[in-house]
């Protein structure tokens, strides 16, 4: 199945921006639903945005709506998340996965997909 390789991550103030990047091999993110996922320390790993592709349904966690957006290219090898207006809260590892399933509550790939090594972002002053 497609493997996958975040990167964009980093360091930023309060109020800054990020586009994280998820770049896919051995396969396109085509007919796939996608996700990106956060794990802060000390806590469980939780959906941040999820795009069911085709469905064309979109997911956004409340605490990210109108701050961050996911995207694909047009050749369905990348997908972006470009976070804006970053806060503290925001700081974790983020992974990107892909799943030709999804769940029909929040349009996220099902955890038995492929998943990246994870991104990490601190914000902070």
């Known amino acids: 199945q497609v493997q996958l390789v975040e990167s964009g991550g980093g360091s930023v103030q309060p109020g800054g921006s990020l586009r994280l990047s998820c770049t896919a091999s051995?396969?396109?993110?085509?007919?796939?639903?996608i996700g990106w996922f956060r794990q802060a320390p000390g806590k469980e790993r939780e959906g941040v945005s999820c795009?069911?592709?085709?469905?064309?349904?979109?997911y956004y966690a409340d605490s990210v709506k109108d701050r961050f957006t996911i995207s694909r290219d047009e050749n369905q090898i990348t997908v972006y998340l470009q976070m804006d207006n970053l806060k503290p809260e925001d700081t974790a590892v983020y992974y990107c996965?892909?799943?030709?399933?999804?769940?029909?509550?929040?349009?996220?790939?099902?955890?038995?997909?492929?998943w990246g090594q994870g991104t990490p972002v601190t914000v902070s002053s």
């Open positions: 795009d069911a592709g085709l469905v064309g349904k979109t």
């Open positions: 996965a892909a799943a030709r399933t999804y769940h029909t509550a929040n349009y996220c790939p099902v955890d038995s997909g492929s």
């Open positions: 051995g396969d396109t993110f085509k007919y796939l639903a």
